[in-house]
């Protein structure tokens, strides 16, 4: 079986979501896991107010709708950069 785990491209992000394979593949080892990494609206607009991104979502909004459409089956983010509220189509 195959998934595929998104983050942002950072690196703490990129260990953070290397830990979570690990952990993974560690419980089930047939699994083959791939990685996209990628900027954030948050991370690719520098110059714009965090605050101009609305509420939240500078860093989660772009992962979310890869999560929606089937792009990417798990994406890891520190708990900071996260809504709390519940989103609709994810758990």
Do not use: C
């Amino acid at each position: 079986m195959k998934i595929t785990i998104a983050s942002r491209k950072s690196a703490l992000a990129q260990i953070q979501s290397r830990a979570v394979g690990n952990a993974l593949l560690a419980h089930h080892p047939q699994l083959v896991i791939d990685y996209k990494f990628s900027a954030s609206a948050g991370d690719k607009d520098q110059d714009r107010e965090l605050t101009s991104f609305g509420d939240k979502g500078a860093f989660t909004s772009d992962f979310y709708q890869g999560l929606v459409d089937g792009s990417y089956d798990l994406v890891v983010h520190s708990w900071k950069d996260l809504p709390i509220e519940s989103r609709p189509k994810t758990k």
